[in-house]
T-cell receptor
């Protein structure tokens, strides 16, 4: 079946450090891939997406590239801020009806 | 522009009680869904609907009922609450191609 694997957290960084959160997936066919972010006490917000191989999704300084050969969709940011502290979820969808989520990775950024 | 509205935000139930979690959207999307979020498990799909009068089961449907009489509303019913249903519940909607919009969640505790 379809599944998403994310790196365990928490990821602890100092402000302005480089961020990578790893995400790999297992799916039949060609899923769409997403990163969602959840700030404390809030629902999930779509951060970025990619719908086909080699697509790069980007938003708010975050980027992720759909790598079919390695079945990966790693999230990166060149310089994190304290305000980026949140839980990040990688997800895939083979049809828009069903999102499959990873377990989430908590990011903690200190000043 | 409310998006997706969930009520209540918090609820404590006794084992065996019933209740309905409300979800309303003003985005005129046909597709709506319910997820539960548990520590270390990401989000799991409970039920979903592709339009008024049409619902289907997700990954973890047992103990929950849904109905969809209008495009706007998609309530989730717990018939006889159990401690295993202690969780945070999210309602979500999508137009099908641009990712999901989530509500802010209902935190449910069953004692």
């Amino acid at each position: 079946g379809n599944s998403v694997t994310q790196m365990e957290g928490p990821v602890t960084l100092s402000e302005e450090a480089f961020l990578t959160i790893n995400c790999t997936y297992t799916a039949t066919g060609y899923p769409s891939l997403f990163w969602y972010v959840q700030y404390p006490g809030e629902g999930l917000q779509l951060l970025l997406k990619a719908t086909k191989a080699d697509d790069k999704g980007s938003n708010k300084g975050f980027e992720a590239t759909y790598r079919k050969e390695t079945t990966s969709f790693h999230l990166e940011k060149g310089s994190v801020q304290v305000s980026d502290s949140a839980v990040y979820f990688c997800a895939l969808s083979r049809s828009f009806q069903k999102l499959v989520f990873g377990t989430g990775t908590r990011l903690l950024v200190s000043p | 522009n409310a998006g997706v509205t969930q009520t209540p935000k918090f609820q404590v139930l006794k084992t065996g009680q019933s209740m309905t979690l409300q979800c309303a959207q003003d985005m005129n999307h046909e597709y709506m869904s319910w997820y539960r979020q548990d520590p270390g498990m990401g989000l799991r799909l409970i039920h979903y609907s592709v339009g008024a009068g049409i619902t289907d089961q997700g990954e973890v449907p047992n103990g929950y009922n849904v109905s969809r009489s209008t495009t706007e509303d998609f309530p989730l019913r717990l018939l006889s609450a159990a401690p295993s249903q202690t969780s945070v519940y999210f309602c979500a909607t999508t137009p099908g191609t641009d990712g999901y919009t989530f509500g802010s969640g209902t935190r449910l505790t069953v004692v």
